[in-house]
């Protein structure tokens, strides 16, 4: 029927754009059947999946010490303690902070409702030419933004608190991150026991190039999106922001979305502005603005590069489904599992062929 690959690899992908729209499809319509079942495995397997996360972030630093000629039992011993030294002291001295910060938030935020409600009905006068449906839409969309910021600050604090919970995590991920790369080699012989021996070197070369692809891209994300919090911190600090902390983390992990990320983090910092000063909205939106285009045109392109070879709009699809299905989340991991899923057909494809 086709003459050439060219047209078998569109059929290929035209089936594959089928059964992704069917399979999203049904995801969205389900959602409340499964929702509960994905939350259980979800507290179930997270410990594991963040612990797996953190050895495959540190894998590279210990092969890099190892290959200096340092025993890789000690390799991931120095490693192993700088890295969770490091985080437990940032920890004892952010989390304190933000949460008293995320506390005065939500105490206040009545107030900066107020305040927004007589701005905008200020604004009215302005806009009487307009329907009054639209007036009406609009003070549907406040009332619905207070509900859903508070209902917002309220399970962050529930969530902050519950001690037992975040001791167990905190207990376990540092155990389970020391297993998974002191016993990498005996995990891997495991796992290459239930793979087919036909089947061994193609799986092999398609771990590899997910590796190549994703690992550089989420490793170099997370070094912008850190410096992205810490100047933000530092600017915000000296502006006298409120809340400066806060908003500081929110800015450095919304980063991680391609596009939408910093306008999503830049959007509370503005909001918060807003109610100190008009100058100091004008200071924050510039800050803003001169960070950005640092990040986006001098440690973009050296730290992540061109690793995930996507097209933009390619991107923002898989920004807008993860959106849709799993929210501000799911939009984090739109672009890792897109890029992971192109390049595992792409790879089968050009195996099969």
Same mark, same amino acid.
């Given at each position: 029927?086709?003459?050439?690959?060219? =047209?078998?690899?569109? !059929?290929?992908?035209? +089936? /594959?754009?089928?059964? *992704?729209?069917?399979?999203?499809? %049904?995801?969205?319509? @389900?959602?409340?059947?499964?929702?509960?079942?994905?939350?259980?495995?979800?507290?179930?397997?997270?410990?594991?999946?963040?612990?797996?996360?953190?050895?495959?972030?540190?894998?590279?630093?210990?092969?890099?010490?190892?290959?200096?000629?340092?025993?890789?039992?000690?390799?991931?011993?120095?490693?192993?303690?700088?890295?969770?030294? =490091?985080?437990?002291? !940032?920890?004892?001295? +952010? /989390?304190?902070?933000? *949460?008293?910060?995320?506390?005065? %938030?939500?105490?206040? @935020?009545?107030?900066?409702?107020?305040?927004?409600?007589?701005?905008?009905?200020?604004?009215?006068?302005?806009?009487?030419?307009?329907?009054?449906?639209?007036?009406?839409?609009?003070?549907?969309?406040?009332?619905?933004?207070?509900?859903?910021?508070?209902?917002?600050?309220?399970?962050?604090?529930?969530?902050?608190?519950?001690?037992?919970?975040?001791?167990?995590?905190?207990?376990? +991920?540092?155990?389970?991150?020391?297993?998974?790369?002191?016993?990498?080699?005996?995990?891997?012989?495991?796992?290459?026991?239930?793979?087919?021996?036909?089947?061994?070197?193609?799986?092999?070369?398609?771990?590899?190039?997910?590796?190549?692809?994703?690992?550089?891209?989420?490793?170099?994300?997370?070094?912008?999106?850190?410096?992205?919090?810490?100047?933000?911190?530092?600017?915000?600090?000296?502006?006298?922001?409120?809340?400066?902390?806060?908003?500081?983390?929110?800015?450095?992990?919304?980063?991680?979305?391609?596009?939408?990320?910093?306008?999503?983090?830049?959007?509370?910092?503005?909001?918060?502005?807003?109610?100190?000063?008009?100058?100091?909205?004008?200071?924050?939106?510039?800050?803003?603005?001169?960070?950005?285009?640092?990040?986006?045109?001098?440690?973009?392109?050296?730290?992540?590069?061109?690793?995930?070879?996507?097209?933009?709009?390619?991107?923002?699809?898989?920004?807008?489904?993860?959106?849709?299905?799993?929210?501000?989340?799911?939009?984090?991991?739109?672009?890792?599992?897109?890029?992971?899923?192109?390049?595992?057909?792409?790879?089968?494809?050009?195996?099969?062929?």
């Amino acid at each position: 029927m086709f003459k050439d690959r060219k =047209g078998l690899t569109i !059929l290929y992908w035209l +089936i /594959f754009g089928i059964f *992704l729209f069917l399979f999203v499809y %049904l995801m969205i319509k @389900l959602f409340p059947f499964y929702g509960a079942v994905f939350s259980f495995l979800w507290h179930l397997l997270a410990p594991f999946i963040i612990a797996c996360f953190i050895a495959y972030l540190l894998y590279p630093v210990i092969n890099r010490i190892h290959s200096l000629g340092i025993p890789r039992s000690l390799a991931i011993l120095l490693i192993y303690l700088l890295f969770f030294g =490091g985080v437990g002291y !940032l920890v004892y001295r +952010i /989390f304190p902070v933000m *949460l008293i910060q995320i506390r005065d %938030l939500n105490e206040q @935020l009545p107030q900066f409702i107020s305040m927004y409600e007589k701005l905008i009905y200020r604004m009215y006068e302005y806009t009487s030419f307009l329907p009054e449906t639209v007036h009406d839409k609009i003070d549907e969309l406040i009332i619905r933004l207070e509900g859903f910021v508070n209902g917002l600050l309220s399970n962050i604090i529930e969530s902050t608190t519950k001690i037992f919970d975040m001791i167990v995590v905190i207990t376990v +991920i540092p155990v389970l991150v020391f297993y998974f790369l002191k016993d990498d080699t005996k995990i891997k012989s495991y796992i290459k026991r239930y793979i087919p021996e036909k089947y061994k070197p193609r799986t092999g070369k398609m771990v590899r190039a997910v590796d190549e692809t994703i690992g550089n891209y989420i490793r170099g994300q997370l070094i912008v999106c850190l410096f992205v919090s810490i100047t933000s911190f530092i600017l915000f600090q000296l502006l006298g922001l409120q809340y400066a902390l806060l908003l500081a983390l929110i800015m450095g992990i919304t980063n991680i979305i391609p596009y939408f990320g910093p306008i999503i983090g830049a959007v509370p910092a503005v909001a918060i502005a807003l109610t100190m000063s008009g100058k100091m909205v004008l200071f924050v939106i510039l800050s803003v603005f001169v960070m950005q285009l640092i990040e986006s045109n001098l440690l973009a392109p050296y730290i992540v590069g061109k690793s995930i070879n996507m097209h933009p709009i390619a991107i923002i699809f898989a920004l807008l489904l993860g959106g849709q299905l799993f929210g501000v989340f799911g939009m984090i991991l739109a672009v890792p599992v897109f890029t992971t899923s192109k390049v595992i057909i792409k790879h089968l494809l050009h195996t099969e062929h």
